[in-house]
């Protein structure tokens, strides 16, 4: 399993940009399949995206659609969400999530899809 770490919370207006993290350890990083949830309070944790093992293919839930972007740099064991144009509805703790994927390209969209969790990070979008 890989220890994950996510960074780069923080408080932003609605219509404005936040980028977080997530480092993992290990040198197998690159295969894992990689996903982010959130989760807002009083709600279940939901899927928010997926990039697959080598970056070639993601997935988006609906509701970011269009205004978030997952990547991902194998060489520095780091996945990415740059998030645009946020909306409070968008405010949660972030969290990254990893499971085995090498040549994988399914879509995991279920929490209990994934084998390792981050601590989370706090998205606060002010309207």
């Known amino acids: 399993q890989v220890q994950l770490v996510e960074s780069g919370g923080g408080l932003v207006q609605a219509g404005g940009s936040l980028s977080v993290s997530c480092a993992a350890s290990?040198?197998?990083?690159?295969?894992?399949?990689m996903g982010w949830f959130r989760q807002a309070p009083g709600k279940e944790r939901e899927f928010v995206a997926q990039?697959?093992?080598?970056?070639?293919?993601?997935y988006y839930a609906d509701s970011v659609k269009g205004r978030f972007t997952i990547s991902r740099d194998n060489a520095k064991n780091t996945v990415y969400l740059q998030m645009n144009s946020l909306e409070p509805e968008d405010t949660a703790v972030y969290y990254c999530?990893?499971?085995?994927?090498?040549?994988?390209?399914?879509?995991?969209?279920?929490?209990?899809?994934?084998?390792?969790w981050g601590q989370g990070t706090q998205v606060t979008v002010s309207s």
């Open positions: 999530a990893a499971r085995p994927g090498v040549l994988d390209s399914r879509k995991y969209d279920g929490p209990n899809q994934y084998t390792s």
């Open positions: 290990g040198r197998t990083f690159n295969l894992y399949t």
């Open positions: 990039i697959i093992w080598n970056g070639a293919t993601t």
